[in-house]
């Protein structure tokens, strides 16, 4: 039966084209884009990131609960403006997330934007997934402004820390359904197509980001808890707040299991506590890491802006990290806790 199978295998020519993977440049995404059939994919522009929200709860209707626009932020969104007219690219459908960073962004660089909550949620739905692959209408292309998780979840090609604010990706929905990645706009090529400076901070904010996700994720991340843990667990990586960085940075140093880098952790990043020294605390992380060995992250419970909760599992079982942010210095954790577990 296999030898049939085999042959009849053989018997089949395949004449499938391999899908074209070349990047455009911004130069020709401008160009392709004047002929309208695509989606630019745009990562709201650049915020104040002395205040971080947590988009499960801020109300939508109080910006002061929320992560707004910085002075950079409205130049780039404006820029993006500029670059859009001055090229005429036509703009069909614009739709942005509610949360002011995003519609803002999407009222300066295309006009006014219809709101979706989707496009802010955390948890894939079919109708998220919809949203963002739906073709736009002839001669024209859509804007869709959004957070960096839909555009990682949703864009092949895309990983955890690849778009910076104030970036986008260029995609076209294929006849199947599916979308594929034409090019993308980095925030040097807004200014240098906008002939104006907006790109000062990029650098340094995706290599902020990308610290992070390695931090916590080795390089590779994921967007989804791995197979059989909690449902009510979400995505670490969603926001990057002060509390979440820490707990990101104390997991990679425990994970090294070198005394001396973790010296260095609780020296910077943990206030002082007269009641234990320095060596007393490094010879608790040396008995930890010897019982517990590497943890992994199973998700989060909570990233708000001053405490973190992460579910993490090691040789001993499943329990929570919980990371509480000093309140005099944000750079510093007054308590980290293990929670649960043996």
């Known amino acids: 039966m296999f030898a049939s199978l085999a042959i009849a295998a053989l018997a089949v020519t395949v004449t499938t084209t391999p899908p074209d993977t070349t990047e455009l440049k911004a130069d020709s995404l ?11 994919v745009l990562r709201h522009a ?5 205040y971080m929200d947590d988009p499960r709860t801020a109300p939508l209707d109080d910006r002061t609960k929320q992560r707004n626009l910085s002075g950079a932020g409205v130049a780039d969104a404006k820029a993006i403006g500029l670059v859009m007219r001055k090229a005429a690219i ?3 459908e614009i739709v942005s997330s509610p949360m002011f960073r995003s519609k803002e962004t999407a009222q300066m660089a295309f006009g006014e934007p219809a709101l979706s909550a989707e496009l802010m949620s955390l948890t894939a739905t079919p109708e998220q997934r919809a949203l963002v692959l739906k073709a736009p209408k002839p001669g024209t ?14 864009v092949p090609g895309i990983k ?20 594929v990645m034409v090019g993308r706009f980095t925030l040097a090529d807004w200014e240098r197509l906008s ?18 996700f390695a931090a916590i994720h080795g390089g590779g991340g994921r967007l989804h808890p791995p197979p059989g843990s909690s449902d009510s667990l979400q995505p670490f990586v969603w926001t990057a707040t002060p509390a979440t960085r820490l707990a990101g940075l104390y997991l990679h140093t425990f994970n090294t299991g070198d005394a001396e880098q973790m ?10 506590d007269p009641n234990r020294s320095t060596e007393r605390r490094v010879e608790t992380y040396r008995t930890m890491f010897s019982e517990h060995g590497a943890i992994s992250i199973v998700g989060t419970e909570s990233a708000l802006h001053n405490e973190a909760t992460i579910r993490v599992r090691s040789k001993r079982g499943e329990f929570s990290i919980i990371v509480t942010v000093s309140p005099d210095d944000h750079n510093k954790a007054s308590s980290i806790r293990m929670v649960g577990g043996q």
Request: charged share 30%; aromatic share 4%.
């Open 30 to 40: 401008l160009q392709v884009l004047k002929q309208g059939g695509y989606t630019i």
């Open 46 to 50: 650049r915020t104040d990131r002395s």
């Open 90 to 92: 036509p703009i069909g």
């Open 141 to 154: 292309n859509r804007a869709i402004v959004t957070h960096h998780f839909i555009i990682e979840r949703y």
């Open 160 to 179: 955890l820390g690849d778009i910076g604010e104030s970036e986008a990706a260029v995609v076209r929905t294929t006849p199947n359904g599916d979308i």
């Open 195 to 212: 002939g104006g400076k907006t790109a000062d901070a990029s650098d340094k904010q995706k290599k902020d980001d990308r610290s992070l």
């Open 263 to 272: 010296r260095a952790f609780i020296d910077k990043s943990l206030v002082a």
